[in-house]
């Protein structure tokens, strides 16, 4: 029986189309598309693979899409599964699967993935390591907690994603004014943490009625919030080959533990920790959908599948497929631009290219007239595999070295 899926992506960005076109070519299933953004602004070959739209003004109006759901169910007949991989829409998406009665992530289990807060009590009560940590409603919270651990802290609202509005506080003055600016409040609360020191990774589960049945990692190069703080610095991600390593033992064990505390069922989450200088790890935070800064992508070349596909059959008819063992180590280099608004042009790109060969599987060129990015991923990226983790680490900076985006202002 063909199964009638909504998505839900607030704009059309490249890991959205990517993601929505694995689901609307899926066969045995019918895609409707919900989204903030014009249906004009959609590709035209994707366009024709949908069933049907339904454009709202805001996407974080858990009424609206309900209203969508609905009005697209009365058109198209009976909705099965409701689909998004964006982070700030998981509990709209939640509660509409709620109001309909369509199996999937409830809104309490989907809470328990964005408040930060509640997750960390989760993880608490479970065992997992993690920072300390307070959700501050008041100044005087805030205050108390520096009192308990001291400084640096992490702060950032409850429901953040992606490093987005986080920030890494150092002194008293540097508090007050963030609390100046921010001011906690019962209905606007500050996630508080002590500032965990060491080695950032991710860890990528698969999970199948809470059954986890395949992952993979990646080590940050360097930290995420180093390079939000930092402008110049060019990012890199390395999946190493070696998975299955014995070094990564413990992280198997708490991350496996950290989703079933959290109410893990069927998805592919996201997890983020760290290892400590004393060896130890601290889990960071986890989001119960495909991982940006193209994981994906790596994780396609290092084993020559396709986790789009995998990841949309998963969510769709609970169906998931082991990969075989992991061929390669696959990396990625994000290319950023300092001190302007627009893209002049790109010194040493095609240099490296020809150098690192057929090490490249993937690239995303600067183009002159492109507008600064205010992400950390910056205006491009170059994705190498390679056999041995070593290699690609390597290549990756000589490629960081040897390129650079030069800007206008």
């Known amino acids: 029986m063909t199964k009638l899926v909504l998505f839900f992506a607030p704009l059309f960005t490249d890991n959205a189309l990517h993601l929505l076109a694995s689901v609307s070519t899926m066969e045995g299933a019918r895609t409707a598309l919900v989204s903030q953004d014009a249906l004009d602004n959609l590709p035209r070959e994707l366009q024709r693979h949908l069933v049907g739209h339904w454009q709202v003004a805001d996407i974080l109006d858990s ?73 501050a409603v008041s100044e005087d919270d805030a205050w108390a907690f520096v009192q308990e651990v001291g400084f640096p802290l992490c702060i950032k609202p409850v429901d953040s994603a992606a490093t987005q509005a986080t920030y890494r506080v150092e002194s008293s003055q540097a508090l007050r004014e963030l609390l100046r600016a921010s001011t906690p409040r019962p209905d606007r609360p500050l996630q508080i943490e002590e500032f965990v020191v060491g080695a950032e990774h991710s860890f990528e589960t698969f999970s199948l009625k809470g059954k986890h049945l395949w992952h993979s990692l990646t080590r940050y190069l360097p930290n995420p919030l180093d390079v939000v703080r930092n402008p110049w610095i060019q990012w890199r991600i390395v999946l190493p080959r070696e998975v299955d390593s014995p070094e990564y033992d413990d992280i198997r064990e708490v991350g496996k533990r950290a989703l079933d505390a959290l109410g893990a069922s069927t998805c592919l989450t996201h997890l983020e920790w760290f290892r400590r200088p004393n060896g130890s790890i601290a889990v960071g935070e986890v989001a119960a959908r495909p991982p940006g800064a193209q994981l994906l992508t790596l994780m396609n070349r290092a084993h020559d599948i396709d986790v789009y596909r995998m990841w949309a059959r998963l969510m769709i008819f609970h169906e998931f497929k082991r990969p075989k063992e992991r061929k390669y180590s696959a990396g990625v280099a994000f290319l950023r631009g300092l001190g302007g608004n627009r893209v002049k042009c790109v010194h040493g790109l095609d240099r490296v290219l020809s150098e690192l060969g057929p090490m490249v599987t993937d690239l995303k060129r600067p183009q002159p007239g492109d507008w600064a990015s205010h992400l950390y991923e910056g205006q491009g990226f170059v994705v190498l595999r390679h056999p041995e983790t070593a290699v690609v680490e390597s290549a990756l900076e000589y490629v960081i070295n040897q390129v650079q985006v030069e800007m206008l202002l």
Not at 79 to 84: E, I, R
Not at 109 to 123: G, I, L, P, W
Request: overall charge positive; glycine content about 6%.
């Open 63 to 135: 009424d609206e899409l309900t209203r969508a759901a609905s009005g697209l169910q009365s058109q198209l007949g009976r909705v099965d599964v409701l689909m998004s991989a964006n982070e700030q829409i998981q509990i709209p998406v939640a509660s509409v699967r709620e109001r309909l009665k369509i199996a999937g992530m409830g809104v309490e289990v989907t809470r328990n993935f964005r408040d930060k807060a509640q997750m960390k009590e989760r993880f608490r009560e479970a065992g997992v390591p993690c920072a300390r940590h307070c959700k």
